[in-house]
């Protein structure tokens, strides 16, 4: 008995161990590994955010594109953008950026904006987009702001030539500085069109916002050959160089830059100024639509957007102009104002004509009303073009200007009527006005 209970006491008095080790001993042992690898992952995680602190200071100091990089999550923009992982474009309120391109006519290349850290350039300049310029860049290639290097002013402030020291030349718009209004439309137009890229429109190339000097500007790729109203409306002797030919060609650029904005974008943009001045034109005639400084992102279920008036005399829509109502068929109806422009040679409101002419649409509906559609073209025309193609373009414009909204055709339609040679002349097309005969 007292063998067995002498035996019995051994056991519950024995250490329990883990293969031969004291449980105890293990348990500290594990506990200080534990806390070693922590301490290792705190470390690391600490190293990377500083070292990432330091590259985005570099790259902005040296004022290139950052890259898009997955950091992005922690840094914030000032607005709304597409998603680069999201190619159907689900809007996010921080966080960048880029483009995809969903249009087969959008060039390459715009896989490379990115973000600035709030830190690098100020809070308020932090606009988390494209390439920043500082002043002195600026002042450097616009040799001060001199009279010399200014293109011209528009409504939001007045454009110079840049020519910076890598060769590359620039227009600079140099915004109103009255801070509020200015500034918020810098941001609409930063928005806008900073993350747009198409062969006939007018790309940024970066910003610059200057906090203390109260300056904003926007760099844009330099158009070398004026712009479409200078053109149709400046002194070019009694024969244009514009011919039928290269009017349409500038007609049809337009119409795809426009396109893009409303059929290839997610969101789509409205333009809303759609003008002469504002189609910009290289050496070929290519056009390119400029100032996108009254464009709006509208959201994918928005089929409109209410704001206040703010496109050109003479080419704003009537629905648009009388209740604000804005939506992509604005757009169009100030397409069909261009291109009667383009036509005729003829501005879209002219005091200086007779009564009746003054207004170019209700002048150019009552001369095709009258079967005198051949007397609209420009007699700055040298070569009158086929009839065929008059009267393509003249139903166009008539389309264009319906006053039903609705009945309007989209941008990408419109480029094809203006490309199809059969067009108005289809064998079904024929047939339906034989058959309503
Ligand atoms: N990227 C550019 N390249 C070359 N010239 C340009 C560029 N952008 C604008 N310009 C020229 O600068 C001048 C002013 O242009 P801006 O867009 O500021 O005004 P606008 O279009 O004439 O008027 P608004 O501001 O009412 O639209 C115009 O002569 C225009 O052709």
């Not at 504002?278 to 994918?300: E, M, Q, R, T, Y």
């Not at 070569?383 to 319906?402: F, G, M, N, Y």
Request: charged letters at 25%; hydrophobic letters at 35%; glycine letters at 10%.
């Amino acid at each position: 008995m007292s063998d067995s209970g002498g035996g019995s006491h051994k056991s519950s008095t024995t250490k329990p161990s883990v293969f031969g080790l004291n449980l105890y001993l293990v348990i500290a042992i594990c506990s200080v590994f534990i806390l070693l690898i922590s301490l290792l992952i705190f470390l690391f995680v600490c190293l990377n955010r500083v070292s990432r602190a330091r590259r985005m200071r570099v790259k902005h100091s040296s004022g290139s594109i950052p890259l898009v990089s997955k950091e992005i999550s922690e840094i914030k923009t000032v607005g709304k953008f597409i998603n680069s992982d999201d190619s159907k474009g689900k809007i996010g309120n921080e966080v960048v950026v880029v483009v995809s391109a969903t249009s087969k006519e959008a060039t390459s290349g715009f896989d490379t904006l990115s973000v600035a850290s709030s830190g690098d350039v100020g809070t308020s300049e932090a606009m988390g987009w494209g390439k920043w310029y500082s002043l002195k860049d600026l002042e450097i290639a616009t040799r001060g702001f001199s009279d010399d290097n200014m293109i011209g002013e528009g409504g939001y402030g007045v454009v110079y030539r840049a020519d910076f020291s890598d060769g590359s030349v620039a227009a600079v718009k140099n915004l109103l500085n009255n801070k509020g209004q200015a500034e918020k439309e810098f941001k609409v137009e930063v928005e806008a069109i900073g993350k747009v890229r198409h062969k006939n429109l007018v790309g940024l190339m970066g910003y610059c916002a200057d906090s203390a000097q109260s300056q904003r500007m926007l760099v844009y790729e330099y158009i070398d050959n004026g712009n479409l109203e200078q053109w149709l409306h400046g002194d070019v002797g009694p024969v244009s160089p514009l011919t039928w030919d290269i009017r349409m060609k500038i007609a049809i650029g337009t119409a795809k830059g426009l396109a893009y904005l409303h059929e290839g974008l997610e969101p789509k943009v409205v333009h809303r100024d759609v003008k002469s001045s504002n189609i910009l034109l290289d050496k070929k005639w290519n056009a390119k639509v400029s100032d996108f400084g009254l464009a709006k992102l509208l959201g994918s279920e928005t089929s409109y957007v209410t704001t206040r008036v703010m496109g050109t005399f003479g080419y704003v829509s009537p629905e648009y102009a009388s209740t604000g109502m804005l939506n992509e068929c604005s757009d169009v109806y100030s397409f069909g104002v261009l291109l009667m422009e383009i036509i005729t040679g003829r501005s879209p409101v002219d005091y200086s004509r007779p009564p009746g002419e003054m207004n170019l649409v209700d002048w150019f509906k009552g001369m095709v009303a009258s079967r005198r559609g051949e007397e609209v073209i420009d007699p700055k025309i040298k070569t009158s073009p086929p009839p065929r193609a008059l009267k393509r373009a003249l139903l166009v414009c008539l389309r264009c200007i319906d006053l039903d909204s609705s009945k309007r055709p989209k941008m990408g339609q419109i480029i094809h009527m203006l490309e199809a040679e059969d067009f108005p002349f289809r064998p079904e097309h024929r047939s339906n006005q034989e058959r309503s005969k």
